[in-house]
């Protein structure tokens, strides 16, 4: 009867250290959620975030837009491209 006592406390004990294990482990997942939980939380959101890149490459897209523009009426308008003042088309004068 004792080997029976004792086999069956050794199962028991090594049951209890394998869930005691896993119970670790889903401690540790547990925190590890919770602390990503809370970047979330106190971050910004993923859509406002996209939001206002998208406000700042607009920015950026008027600005080359609008410089590009000034560069095209100053060279258009400057006659540079055109041989200078006083010449005709493709140089003839």
């Given at each position: 009867?004792?080997?029976?006592?004792?086999?069956?406390?050794?199962?028991?004990?090594?049951?209890?250290?394998?869930?005691?294990?896993?119970?670790?482990?889903?401690?540790?997942?547990?925190?590890?959620?919770?602390?990503?939980?809370?970047?979330?939380?106190?971050?910004?959101?993923?859509?406002?975030?996209?939001?206002?890149?998208?406000?700042?490459?607009?920015?950026?897209?008027?600005?080359?837009?609008?410089n590009n523009c000034?560069?095209?009426?100053?060279?258009?308008?400057?006659?540079?491209?055109?041989?200078?003042?006083?010449?005709?088309?493709?140089?003839?004068?």
């Amino acid at each position: 009867m004792e080997g029976v006592d004792r086999e069956f406390m050794g199962k028991l004990e090594r049951e209890r250290d394998a869930v005691g294990g896993g119970v670790k482990t889903s401690e540790k997942k547990v925190a590890e959620r919770e602390g990503r939980l809370e970047e979330l939380r106190s971050g910004p959101l993923a859509k406002e975030a996209v939001e206002k890149e998208r406000g700042v490459l607009e920015e950026d897209v008027k600005k080359v837009f609008s410089n590009n523009c000034r560069n095209i009426r100053k060279n258009c308008f400057s006659g540079e491209n055109f041989g200078g003042e006083g010449e005709g088309v493709g140089g003839e004068g």
